[in-house]
């Protein structure tokens, strides 16, 4: 029987990514999403699907029963995800299953980011300090109970990217950006419920990195840190990656065994993580680990650079085998997301030009639709990627490429 395995979530990039490696790997692609979701879904991805199980996710012990019994049926071995918010429904359905899957005992803390916080700390792993919220009014009286001076993360205990994250350099804005974290109670897409805390997180000085990272039978293989880049002011948008970041090897060694212990910690041992953290003056300091992959613009990004999939990996190490994970060459590449603040009908990007060194450009917007709006100050419509021999070179041909590039947007 050809090898098969259900992908919880199919509606991002990452899902794509995913779904087209296990194509390469003569994988079986079956996935859990809803109906509703799955109509929007791009038709490549659709097309790749051998099977596509609708699924209530507002229930866990409800989906586990469900999609452990749709598994059964389809000889199905594996269980990936799109998204870290699937991640301890992904656990409880492994050890249903019995097949390779993260600590189902640890699961929720890959999700809930102050379980998370507590249990880096616990371990002892370089971590920003964290404090709960429950309520706007008490926020302060947190902050200063624990000596947490700002500026100040405040974030959902449980989101999905920077929806409600707010950085704050004092008091002002404290009560309005606690209760906007407290509002994020369920996932805008599939509806999980999420716990009602707060949180209040250490601002670290330093440049920001990431490291994907898959996992196999509890042994780690790590792609390249990638330099990763966000506007500033108080809510923050990804602008953009570069990998590898031009770090010096002792200081990306102890950034890459920093991230081991967290992924220790979280008690990963099957599947993709992808490592948010700093490296401050005195040392790389872990922000959160995502149980999941990253955006699929990422994955591609690591691709052009190394000749590594790790979307292939991730794959590999569900299914129990050994993951082809290491680089196997050593370039360049900067992605770089096109955003926009205006609000209105999408027309289409302009500027974007043959050019050698351009590797992909993508358009998440078709023309016509409406982009925007009164909870969005940024909207991400699609993104470049540039190769390179250095990642000097790659920053600079993406910023040539990203000065002609127009997002058309009819108000």
Not at 91 to 100: D, K
Not at 240 to 247: E, K, N, R, S
Not at 294 to 304: E, N, T, Y
Request: hydrophobic share 40%; with cysteine; aromatic share 4%.
């Amino acid at each position: 029987m050809a090898r098969a395995a259900l992908l919880l979530g199919v509606e991002n990039t990452a899902a794509e990514c995913i779904v087209r490696a296990a194509q390469r790997l003569d994988v079986s692609v079956h996935a859990a999403t809803l109906r509703e979701v799955y109509a929007r879904c791009r038709p490549q991805t659709r097309r790749g699907l051998s099977g596509v199980v609708f699924t209530d996710f507002r229930s866990a012990d409800q989906a586990v029963d469900q999609l452990a019994e749709y598994c059964a049926g389809q000889g199905i071995e594996a269980v990936a995800v799109s998204g870290a918010q699937f991640s301890p429904l992904a656990a409880a359905l492994a050890v249903r299953l019995g097949v390779p899957g993260h600590s189902a005992g640890l699961a929720a803390a890959t999700r809930h980011k102050w379980q998370m916080a507590q249990a880096l700390q616990q371990h002892g792993v370089p971590s920003a300090r964290t404090v709960a919220l429950v309520s706007p009014e008490a926020a302060e009286q947190r902050l200063a109970a624990a000596g947490l001076d700002y500026p100040v993360v405040v974030k959902p205990a449980e989101n999905t990217g920077s929806v409600g994250v707010s950085v704050l350099h004092g008091p002002q804005g404290l009560r309005p950006a606690v209760r906007r974290a407290l509002n994020h109670s369920a996932d805008s897409t599939y509806g999980f419920p999420y716990d009602a805390v707060a949180l209040a997180q250490e601002y670290l000085e330093g440049p920001e990195y990431s490291l994907v990272s898959v996992v196999h039978e509890g042994r780690c293989t790590h792609s390249v840190l990638t330099r990763k880049y966000t506007t500033q002011g108080r809510e923050r948008e990804e602008t953009g990656y570069t990998v590898p970041p031009g770090l010096d090897e002792p200081a990306a060694a102890r950034a890459a065994a920093t991230v081991l212990r967290g992924l220790r910690a979280l008690g990963l041992r099957d599947g993709i993580a992808h490592t948010d953290l700093k490296l401050t003056p005195d040392g790389p300091v872990l922000i959160e680990i995502d149980a999941g992959p990253p955006d699929g613009a990422v994955l591609q990004a690591i691709q052009h650079a190394t000749g590594t999939d790790m979307a292939e990996a991730y794959v590999q190490a569900v299914l129990g085998e050994e993951p082809r994970a290491r680089p196997a060459r050593s370039g360049a590449a900067a992605l770089r997301f096109i955003n926009t603040a205006a609000h209105g009908t999408f027309r289409g990007l302009t500027g974007l030009v043959l050019n050698p060194h351009l590797a992909a450009a993508r358009s998440y917007v078709d023309p016509g639709e409406l982009v925007g709006g009164v909870e969005v100050k940024h909207t991400r419509v699609g993104h470049v990627i540039v190769t390179a021999d250095v990642p000097a070179e790659a920053d600079r041909r993406a910023e040539a490429v990203m000065t002609r590039v127009d997002c058309d947007v009819e108000a």
